[in-house]
């Protein structure tokens, strides 16, 4: 026999055994690659260096709060910022800022963000027309978000844009209606409706899960505009801004690039009138709001960089009103606090694992080696040189420790795709967790390794088998 024969042979002998063993090596080594793989793309999710702004503007508190809630949609936002801290931003500040959009967070649509903000989100300003290279909003560095269908809403018309997963999940399309739940409530609808005018190509971002109005649109809803005479009042006698119950915290955009909706009020509000506002015969909203009233969730900022970058965030933390946010830095101090470490403390259970594994494949060949001397003499009777048992044993546990190792592999990226839906659903965004990384593929010959040590030891045993002995003693 040759052999590979013999080798085949002898783990068909001891099928249940070989079976058991290779499971638990696949299940060290599963746990092993569920850990990397979830490691290494947390770590480029969480910790992104290409966000398209550097700086996040909004209430005081946690910053951590600030990211999580903007970003991956997480929590509730914590407040709101009055709307000078925009206009302050992208317009007396112009030094230190390349663009500045504003954002509403709060309510919803089944079950999706809406978030009000204006025009320049999608790289247009208030009529439509494609704002230059870096003026315009962009969710990582030099990409702009794009419509699969359809185009930006009008700044003071109740239009939505709504993202690309916001649209298949309903079977959305143009020029269907969408409504504001208020706080999250679906017993609890807002009576305006909004025309959906576009759809976002997908991003693999939280934006492909949320729904977009003009700013404006916000602000009418009755609703809303008492938050705002409220927020005013304690604001006036220097009282703290209570954080609303979640409902869309308004936001607006300041007199750039075209932009007119941060004007004052029109002369042709009727201010006795008993809605915030009035629809000119053009489709357009009046707002009876002024613009002293208007308060922001806050706004995405992307600096000129260097110092400007640490000039305008000192600036904005020395202010009563607002803080500034690195996201790359508030997310890698997380993760570096809160998720490295857990991941080297499970990496180092799921080693472990594989040790026992390997000691395993060590029992159960030392045992099939015990049990099978006689065989063994026979075969040097027949020929076999000690060296050439000596590898036979050694292969077989190189063997179930490469196939155990590649088992576990793709049940490690299994089971990594799994988590990668649930943090998709969680979170908004994708991972990729079917690429093999260069730390799998050495953990997996590690694993080799160990159990082709682990093999020595029976085989040295079975290389010392006494011919004359176990011959006799049969």
Not at 64 to 92: C, H, K, W
Not at 130 to 150: C, H, I, K, M, V
Not at 250 to 276: C, Y
Not at 390 to 400: G, H
Request: net charge neutral; aromatic share 8%.
């Amino acid at each position: 026999m040759s052999f590979f024969q013999l080798l085949f042979k002898q783990m068909r002998q001891r099928s249940l055994s070989t079976f058991l063993t290779v499971l638990s090596v696949m299940l060290g080594v599963t746990l092993a690659v569920v850990i990397l793989v979830v490691n290494r793309e947390a770590d480029k999710l969480l910790v992104q260096s290409d966000f398209g702004y550097d700086m996040l503007v909004g209430p005081k508190g946690s910053e951590l709060t600030l990211v999580m809630n903007t970003i991956y949609g997480i929590g509730q936002a914590q407040g709101t910022i009055p709307y000078s801290v925009f206009e302050d931003l992208s317009v007396r500040q112009r030094q230190f800022v390349r663009w500045a959009v504003p954002f509403a967070l709060g309510d919803s649509y089944k079950g999706f963000r809406i978030i009000a903000t204006t025009p320049m989100f999608f790289g247009v300003d208030d009529k439509g027309q494609a704002l230059p290279e870096g003026r315009g909003f962009e969710y990582r560095l030099d990409r702009r978000l794009t419509l699969s269908q359809g185009k930006a809403f009008h700044p003071r018309k109740f239009e939505a844009v709504i993202g690309s997963e916001v649209a298949a999940k309903n079977a959305a399309k143009m020029g269907d209606e969408i409504w504001l739940e208020h706080g999250g409530n679906a017993d609890d609808v807002h009576k305006e409706r909004w025309k959906v005018v576009g759809i976002l190509a997908p991003t693999g971002t939280a934006i492909d899960r949320a729904c977009f109005i003009p700013l404006i649109t916000s602000y009418a809803i009755p609703e809303h505009e008492s938050f705002l005479e409220a927020a005013a009042k304690l604001a006036g006698s220097g009282t703290q801004t209570p954080q609303p119950k979640p409902q869309a915290s308004t936001t607006v955009q300041a007199d750039e690039i075209g932009n007119e909706i941060g004007n004052e009020i029109d002369d042709d509000i009727d201010l006795d009138a008993m809605s915030p506002y009035t629809i000119r015969p053009n489709g357009e909203i009046a707002l009876r709001t002024p613009k002293s009233k208007w308060r922001v969730s806050g706004v995405f900022v992307r600096s000129r960089g260097g110092y400007q970058f640490g000039m305008l965030s000192f600036g904005i933390r020395n202010t009563p009103t607002a803080m500034a946010a690195s996201p790359a830095g508030v997310m890698r101090e997380f993760f570096n606090t809160f998720l490295k470490n857990s991941a080297y403390a499970l990496l180092g259970l799921a080693i472990l694992v594989s040790i026992v594994a390997a000691v395993s494949i060590l029992v159960s060949i030392y045992n099939s080696v015990a049990a099978r001397r006689r065989e063994i003499a026979i075969l040097r009777a027949l020929g076999a040189t000690r060296l050439r048992i000596l590898s036979l044993i050694t292969t077989e546990a190189i063997l179930i420790g490469l196939v155990g190792g590649m088992l576990g592999l793709i049940a490690g990226h299994v089971v990594a795709a799994a988590a990668a839906y649930v943090m998709r659903n969680q979170l908004g965004e994708t991972i990729g967790v079917f690429r093999v990384g260069w730390v799998e593929i050495a953990y997996i010959a590690g694993v080799v390794l160990v159990a082709a040590l682990a093999g020595l030891i029976p085989a040295l045993k079975a290389y010392q088998v006494s011919v004359a002995e176990n011959l006799v003693e049969g």
